[in-house]
């Protein structure tokens, strides 16, 4: 494990990961250390990042034990101030029979971002999947992102 990834207090590992094996004396050459990493299925694809990287996180999707189930859902990337969390807004159109229109609405939900996913801005259009929840208003996790066009509060119906 790089020291550049503990930032806690506490050791940051993978779970199943053992770290402590014991040098062998005939093989001197450095090999990389063991990572834990997983195919979350439904047709989504691991990172490059979740194989290669270093990051430790225990609520990423591709490496650590959290499973996507439920449902899975679309919508653009508003707010990112949070540490591994993002506010994703969902626009729809709600149907007025009185009027025989349609109006816009949206929702907004908290999800997970995980490290493996770098450079995520305003904008982007996510992929997100259900889980289990991650705290009191995350049940979110992202599992894949897609550049998105240019003003981050104009509507779009997917």
């Known amino acids: ?3 550049a990834e503990q930032t806690e207090k506490a050791f940051q590992k993978q779970v199943g990961i053992f770290l402590n094996k014991k040098k062998s004396l005939i093989s001197t050459k450095s090999t990389k250390a063991p990572r834990y990493h997983k195919s979350i299925g439904l047709g989504f694809k691991t990172p490059r990042e979740a194989i290669e990287g270093t990051y430790i996180d225990k609520k990423c999707p591709f490496t650590s034990n959290v499973s ?28 007025i029979r009185k009027y025989n229109r349609f109006e816009k609405r949206h929702k907004n939900l908290s999800a997970h971002l995980s490290p493996c996913f770098r450079d995520v801005q305003a904008g982007d259009v996510v992929t997100v999947g259900e889980c289990r929840p991650l705290s009191k208003t995350v049940k979110f996790n ?17």
Request: proline share 0%; no cysteine.
């Open 1 to 3: 494990v790089i020291m």
């Open 68 to 95: 996507i189930r439920g449902r899975i859902l679309t919508g653009v990337v508003t707010k990112m101030k949070m540490q591994r969390t993002i506010v994703v807004r969902r626009d729809y159109l709600h149907y």
């Open 142 to 158: 992202v599992i894949k992102v897609s550049k998105g066009a240019g003003s981050k509060k104009s509507f779009s119906k997917f």
